[in-house]
């Protein structure tokens, strides 16, 4: 069964740091390609971070510089560091593969 497991989310405050976890099974992670995509309130689903098979990143403009997405093949799991953390920041943030497989999201709070 494919699955996306987040984990790591929480309340910090601005300024702050947090990093998630994604933990995947029943696929070849090695090949993969992996999303980090958010939800605020309210708002529509946005893509944050993308991470290539090859190691190759992209970011949202809103999150470059602060935030970094990383990959461990060896141990099935992408990783979203988040630095510098703003109040806009506050959503849900989901793994996925695209085109079709999602995480269940992890909740992260930015407020004082």
């Known amino acids: 069964q494919v699955q996306l497991v987040e984990s790591g989310g929480g309340l910090v405050q601005p300024g702050g740091s947090q990093r998630l976890s994604c933990v995947a099974s029943?696929?070849?992670?090695?090949?993969?390609?992996l999303n980090w995509h958010r939800q605020a309130p309210g708002k529509e689903r946005e893509l944050v971070a993308q991470i290539s098979s090859t190691y190759t990143t992209n970011y949202a403009d809103s999150v470059k510089g602060r935030f970094t997405i990383s990959r461990d093949n060896a141990k099935n799991t992408v990783y979203l560091q988040m630095n510098n953390l703003k109040p806009e920041d506050t959503a849900d943030y989901y793994c996925?593969?695209?085109?079709?497989?999602w995480g269940q999201g992890t909740q992260v709070t930015v407020s004082s």
């Open positions: 996925a593969m695209p085109p079709a497989i």
């Open positions: 029943g696929f070849d992670f090695r090949f993969a390609r």
